[in-house]
């Protein structure tokens, strides 16, 4: 059987499947929205198409170019790599993108290696060997155990969140970025993603002066280049800042250039530094249990109730019996001045007994029930034992005070949260390995709720262990300096405290290599993204794709955080980027839900919008809690990052829920706005812009979208409508490029609206389309803006205007309020300013207030910023003008409009002879105009309505005249039908003869030399007057012959000579007032309700703005724009 094989083109929309690789392809023309990569329809392959049966899929044969086959979509699925678009695992793969690249290695580790581990390294780590004893010793047992409790609630309802996510697809390798950018969008995800690599940076930085702090304080303290023995308070504490800067800049500078190297060698000590955790946590639990039989001898010396810093002596006591003889110790010597007994010693140090107490007194000691609340201190302040007395002189000044433990900063619940939250986070370690894991939607949320409840059990327990096993005054002993210098979590340690101290040392040193390798690699993966422009140089990397430029940034970060060299200050900060991530990933899962979008559906069930909510309220309530001015800065860092990815016009398309948020929200939005019309005080103009387009479908009056811009300042609804000619089939890919081409120029002029372009048969039909159906709902545009035809007087170009006084019509009839800028041209550009000037407004008619308002509009922006207002206003003779200003004056300062007022008084004065001879050559245009588009059959029906006309006028002149006449004889109503034809004849015969010509006539005037005897033709619906008077019953055939014989140079409408004397007087008021103005807004008249006179109208616009440079010819919507209420 012969077949017909059928070549198909198959790529998964922008990834093109050949096996095992994965390249990029070009957007589609015109698609300026970048699309993520997914196996879908519309997608070609030009190297490799796949061959189908043709008679067995005939019914689909002329579609498989766009649609491929299923066997051929789920191959394409195999193939797929989940590696983000623009995270590539090579930078050359972007210099090669048509080379073959080697298979990408299936991803292999499961839940246990590939979560649960990592996340238990990143989430255990300096703050739990550091900090967590002295966190229970000053906060108390019961705050501790609710710091803890809060600080696992908060990442526990975060990891349900993210695990709902992480579920709800394939999440390619990114983590948490990636995550939260394709939830929440490209604004939210680039300023989530910036804080969180700062937080992932500054955790690098807090890791590095843990990691010194250990190495300094308990290993060895004798390589400290700024010593500390012998000063005091201030300059002992300066000296200890500054060893930390120099040996933390040194182990920075160390591990960046390790991590440059070879990142892989960093990757294959992690499970050593996971080691070290676990065996310093396990040593804490056995120490725990043996103190229960025979707790470890730490003796603390206590003198009177102040702890005493364990160094330089070797007894805890004042003097001691030797051979029978009192003797002084060398505790005796720290406060005396000599060694003997009656040497003059410190008076707290006579007044006040020494006592040696227990350190770690166990875990049946009861010891608990003291450590219960908490003991906040002042910086400088004595550590005490509780339950001791103390004899104190009010007068003495305190002395020798290097020689007790001192609280070396101020404490207070708040700051204990800060500096405790970054001991629970890392709970996107596995997350970011998502790429690496055999069943991402599986491994995920297993590993990482079981990783937090874990560790969660590890903190809450150690609070409650540590409380019940170590003495008060030990637990508020930040450096063990009571306890000669060794870490308080080290003594109780078993079976040395060497353990915790190396233990944690090397994990310090893991986390910080961690955060050193993953931190630049998410930078890499925002800057590839391409939200952020001015990142998009940390892309580049290595050929192995190693980030070096983003390793660079991040060890200078990170040095900013080093130079801080306090580990309890840098703990914060990082502490309020982490929580900003969490809660946007708390946001985007209640999002998602509350959204319900179609492509929601996780796979991980255990989730609800309300948990998501609450961790987001934990969240930024605990920002707020550990340093409220930190979370300012953080958000103010976030909505920095957010407007400026904005500003740039994030070019991605995610399908984020922020836009289905958007969506929901302009549904509601539009649904109430059906409700009613907008008050008065809520008008603002939403403009409908027309514009045309040339032969190259470019935009040929740009300057009215700078006049939009001038007039909206980016507010309300635009619309920008153009239509084209043909059939929607035929024109569809032009009409596409126009719409391209209005969106370019929209965004050069910076107007901010929609485009919309409309195909129909003719250009008339397609604008009275755009304006009937712009808009949506209740959001609709209330004024049109068109500009003035150009060259309208051309008789080739007659239909422009036909087509522009239909608008007229239709805007008048849509109740839509109409702006018509005339010499569009002359109007600044969005980059011009106006130094001096003024607004004109001619206020003749009321239209709402329009003229009021644009005005005002227009001063907001730029350009218009540094004009002033004048309203001129129209006095008849019977009008008081002075009283009209005082009137006009008051409504603008009740409209809160600044503006000069001025009344022109326009008095009765008689047609001048240059009046007729306008209305005369306008008649003479307009007749030619019609006669040119006449055909026979309408010519002969012209004559016949001027015919009837005619007769209508004689009878309403002298209808006695004509009912004598009918009543002698009725032959003249038969003969007159005769006549009629010859007349007719002999009408049409003079007018193709004898066409009119625009000669101009002798004035009329100069024929009026008496009232009663001067007699002016004209010729009009209601009125025909002759020559001169005829007598009763003078209205014969031959006068009507006469009548009908009349040539063009006599004047038809008598109206016409009225309007055309109204238009020529305020033009000359106006040109007299305003020629300098910088823009002069006029009423426009309205079209004539009979369309014979089109071509009049149009004449008379152009006489009433003759002479002026920048006109806007304003009429109103008929409605109130503008009111004097607040």
């Known amino acids: 059987m012969k077949t017909t094989r059928l070549r198909s083109k198959v790529c998964l929309c922008c990834v093109r499947f050949s096996p ?412 970011n390995r998502s790429g690496d894991l055999r069943d991402a939607q599986k491994s995920i949320p297993i590993g990482t709720i079981l990783a937090i409840t874990t560790t969660s059990i590890i903190y809450m327990s150690s609070v409650l262990l540590f409380g019940s096993c170590i003495e008060g005054a030990v637990l508020r002993d930040k450096f063990g300096e009571a306890v000669k210098g060794n870490l308080v979590i080290g003594t109780l340690a078993w079976p040395s405290p060497w353990v915790i101290v190396f233990g944690s040392f090397f994990s310090t040193c893991g986390a910080g290599l961690q955060s050193l390798t993953g931190a630049p690699r998410l930078l890499q993966a925002i800057a590839r993204d391409g939200i952020v422009p001015f990142l998009r140089v940390f892309g580049h990397g290595k050929a192995n794709g190693e980030p070096t430029w983003a390793l660079l940034l991040t060890a200078c970060i990170c040095e900013s955080g080093i130079l801080i060299a306090s580990l309890d200050s840098v703990a914060p900060i990082l502490s309020m980027f982490f929580l900003m991530c969490y809660m946007f990933v708390n946001l985007a899962c209640a999002v998602q839900t509350l959204l319900r979008t179609p492509n929601w559906r996780p796979r991980f069930k255990f989730y609800h919008w309300t948990l998501s909510f609450l961790g987001m309220s934990l969240c930024l309530s605990l920002m707020f809690i550990c340093s409220w001015y930190y ?125 919309q372009v409309v195909i129909s048969s003719n250009l008339r039909d397609a604008t009275s389309h755009l304006l009937q159906a712009g808009g949506l709902g209740g959001l609709q545009h209330n004024t049109v803006l068109a500009s003035w035809p150009r060259n309208w007087k051309q008789t080739e170009d007659h239909q422009s205007w036909r087509n522009f006084i239909e608008l007229v019509r239709e805007t008048t009839a849509a109740s839509k309020a109409l702006l018509v800028p005339k010499n569009i041209s002359a109007f600044p550009s969005n980059g011009e300013r106006f130094t001096e000037g003024h607004i004109d407004v001619w206020w003749i008619v009321h239209d709402g207030g329009m003229l009021m308002l644009l005005p005002f509009l227009l001063r907001q922006h730029k350009v218009w910023r540094k004009c002033k207002m004048r309203i001129f206003t129209v006095a008849q003779m019977d009008d008081n003008s002075i009283q009209m200003k005082r009137d006009l004056t008051t409504f603008l300062y009740h409209l809160r409009i600044d503006a000069a007022v001025e009344v022109v008084e326009m008095h009765d004065s008689d047609i001048s002879a240059y009046t007729y001879e306008k209305t005369l050559v306008m008649e003479q245009r307009s007749e030619i105009l019609r006669q040119i588009n006449l055909t026979k059959n309408e010519r002969e029906r012209e004559i016949q309505s001027i015919a009837d006309s005619s007769r209508g006028s004689i009878r309403r002149k002298n209808p006695a005249a004509v009912n004598t006449q009918l009543s002698v004889t009725e032959e003249p109503a038969a003969s007159s039908k005769d006549q009629k034809t010859e007349e007719e004849e002999q009408l049409i015969h003079d007018k193709s003869t004898n066409p009119p010509t625009p000669a101009t006539p002798q004035s009329p005037t100069a024929e009026a030399e008496t009232p009663g005897t001067a007699v002016q033709m004209t010729w009009t619906e209601t009125k025909c007057d002759g020559e001169k008077a005829k007598p009763m019953g003078a209205t014969t055939p031959e006068a009507i012959k006469d009548l009908f014989n009349m040539k063009p140079s006599v004047i038809r409408n008598q109206s016409n000579v009225r309007r055309m004397h109204t238009a020529l007087r305020l033009n000359e008021v106006i040109v007299k007032k305003s020629q300098e103005a910088k823009l002069v807004l006029l009423n426009m008249p309205g079209p004539p309700k009979n369309k014979t006179g089109d071509e009049n109208y149009m004449e008379f616009l152009e006489v009433l703005t003759e002479g002026l440079n920048r006109v806007l010819l304003v009429r109103g919507g008929g409605r109130e724009v503008i009111t004097i209420y607040s």
Not at 94 to 105: A, C, D, F, L, M
Not at 172 to 187: N, T
Request: hydrophobic share 45%.
């Open 20 to 431: 095992a690789v994965n390249i990029t392809c070009p957007p589609k023309k015109g698609d300026s929205n970048p699309k993520e990569s997914s196996p879908f329809i519309n997608s070609t392959d030009a190297e490799k198409s796949q061959q189908y049966d043709g008679k067995n899929m005939a019914l689909f044969e002329e579609e498989m170019d766009t649609i491929p086959m299923v066997s051929s979509l789920l191959s394409s699925l195999a193939n797929y790599s989940n590696l983000t678009q623009g995270s590539k695992e090579h930078e050359e793969a972007e210099n090669n993108e048509g080379s073959r690249k080697k298979p990408v290695k299936a991803p292999r580790m499961g839940t246990l290696m590939g979560v649960y581990l990592p996340c238990l390294q990143n989430i255990l780590g300096v703050i739990l060997f550091l900090r967590m004893t002295w966190m229970v010793g000053i906060g108390g047992v019961i705050e501790a155990f609710v710091i803890v409790l809060m600080c696992c609630s908060t990442t526990m309802l975060t990891a349900i969140s993210m695990s709902a996510i992480a579920t709800n697809g394939v999440v390619p390798a990114g983590g948490s970025y990636y995550m939260i950018s394709r939830s929440l969008g490209p604004e939210f995800g680039g300023a989530v993603g910036i804080c969180f690599y700062l937080g992932t940076t500054y955790a690098g930085a807090m890791y590095i002066l843990g990691c010194i702090e250990i190495l300094l304080i308990y290993i060895v303290p004798q390589a400290a280049i700024f010593k500390i023995e012998g000063l005091e308070g201030l300059e002992a504490e300066t000296a200890m800042l500054n060893n930390m800067r120099v040996y933390g800049t040194l182990v920075l500078t160390f591990m960046a250039i390790l991590v440059f190297v070879g990142v892989k060698y960093v990757n294959k000590l992690a499970l050593v530094f996971l080691a070290c955790v676990i065996c310093s946590i396990l040593a804490v639990y056995a120490g725990v249990i043996k103190t229960a039989f025979e707790p470890p001898v730490f003796p603390v010396c206590v003198l009177g109730n102040r702890t005493l810093v364990w160094k330089g002596f070797d007894v805890c006591a004042k003097v001691i019996e030797s051979e029978n003889t009192t003797v002084t110790t060398k505790l005796w010597s720290l406060f005396c001045d000599s060694e003997f007994l009656n040497a003059t010693c410190d008076s707290y140090f006579t007044n006040n007994n020494v006592t040696e107490i227990q350190g770690i007194p166990g875990v049946t000691s009861g010891i608990l029930w003291e450590n219960l609340f908490g003991n906040y201190m002042e910086k400088g302040s004595f550590i005490e034992k509780t339950g001791l007395s103390s004899v104190m002189d009010a007068e003495s000044v305190p002395t020798n005070t290097n020689r007790y433990v001192l609280a070396d900063i101020t404490s207070f619940f708040t700051m204990l949260v800060g500096i405790y939250f970054p001991s629970v986070t890392g709970i996107m370690a596995g997350s």
């Open 631 to 755: 979370a300012i800065v953080a958000m103010v860092i976030a909505s920095c990052i957010y407007k400026y990815i904005e500003f740039c016009g994030a070019e991605k398309e995610w399908g984020d829920g922020i836009r289905g948020l958007s969506l929901s929200a302009a549904r509601y939005a539009l649904m109430r706005l059906e409700e009613g019309p907008p008050h008065t005080k809520n008008w603002r103009p939403q403009i409908l812009v027309l514009v045309s387009m040339d032969s190259e479908l470019n935009v040929e009056q740009p300057r009215l979208l700078s006049l939009t811009n001038q007039l909206k300042a980016g507010k309300g609804l635009t619309i920008v409508g153009t239509a084209l000619v043909g059939t929607y089939l035929d024109n569809f890919p032009q009409s596409q490029e126009a719409e391209q081409s209005l969106r370019k120029l929209m965004e050069t002029e910076k107007v901010k609206g929609f485009s």
